[in-house]
C-alpha cells in the first residue's frame, strides 16, 4: 500500500485575478508562499518519504517550502503540468465567455469537447498526467508521496482514480492548496480525502 498526497499549487495573482493559467509560468502570490508554509506544518505530511512536482514555478516554489521543512529534495516532472489552454493563457475567464460563449462555453459545461486554440484536451493532459503518476507509484511502492500539482489536472487525476467521465471534472472541488490523499493497493485507487484546506482555512 502506498499513499499519495496530492497538492494543488498555492495562490498566484492570476488565480485570484480569474485569468487562465495553464502553461504559463506564473509565480506564487505573498499569500500562496504563506499558504505553502502553513501546509508545510500539516500532520499528515510529516510521514513523506518523497516529493514530486510540476515543473511550473508556482508548482515548484510550493513543494520547495515542503522539502525544506520535511528534508526532502523536490523531484520536477514536466508530465504532471496543469492543462495546455493555448491561445486562452493570460485571459481573463469573463472576457473569454463574452468573446467565444460557443468555444470557452464548453470549458464548463462540456469540458470532453472543449480544446484551447493551440492548446491540449482535457483528455491528453489526463493521459499525460496519469503516465507521471503511475511511474510515480512503479518507484515508491510501499511509501507516502507528496505530489504537487494543478487545478485542472488534479481534477483529471482525481477523476482518473474515481473512474469519473471528464464531463463530471468540475464537479470536484480544487482550491489553492487544497490536499487530496489517494490510496494505491496493487494499483487499484481509494480517494481517502478531497479538497481539504482545513489547514489554511478552518471551518
Excluded at 26 to 52: C, K, R, T, V
Excluded at 60 to 77: G, Q
Excluded at 82 to 87: I, Y
Excluded at 155 to 170: C, E, N, S
Aim: with cysteine; glycine share 6%.
Amino acid at each position: 500500500m502506498m499513499r499519495i498526497f496530492l497538492i494543488r499549487h498555492g495562490e498566484t495573482e492570476w488565480n485570484k485575478q480569474n485569468r487562465l493559467q495553464g502553461n504559463s509560468d506564473i509565480h506564487l502570490s505573498p499569500e500562496g508562499f504563506h499558504q505553502a508554509m502553513i501546509l508545510a506544518e500539516h500532520a499528515p505530511l510529516q510521514n513523506a518519504d518523497a516529493i514530486y512536482s510540476s515543473d511550473l514555478a508556482r508548482a515548484v516554489s510550493t513543494a520547495n517550502i515542503l522539502a525544506e521543512r520535511l528534508n526532502l529534495t523536490v523531484n520536477t516532472m514536466p508530465l504532471l503540468r496543469e492543462t495546455n489552454f493555448g491561445d486562452w493563457e493570460g485571459r481573463f475567464i469573463s472576457e473569454l465567455m463574452e468573446e467565444s460563449p460557443k468555444a470557452f462555453g464548453k470549458f464548463f459545461t462540456a469540458p470532453e469537447r472543449c480544446h484551447p486554440p493551440n492548446g491540449e484536451t482535457f483528455l491528453e493532459c489526463q493521459a499525460r498526467v496519469m503516465i507521471g503518476i503511475r511511474e510515480i507509484i512503479a518507484n515508491h511502492e510501499n511509501q507516502n508521496v507528496i505530489v504537487v500539482c494543478h487545478g485542472a489536472a488534479n481534477r483529471l487525476i482525481l477523476g482518473a482514480a474515481l473512474d469519473m467521465p471528464i464531463h463530471k471534472m468540475w464537479a470536484i472541488g480544487q482550491f489553492n492548496m487544497a490536499l487530496n490523499i489517494l490510496r494505491v493497493d496493487d494499483g487499484e485507487f481509494t480517494v481517502e480525502l478531497v479538497n481539504s484546506t482545513y489547514h489554511v482555512h478552518p471551518y
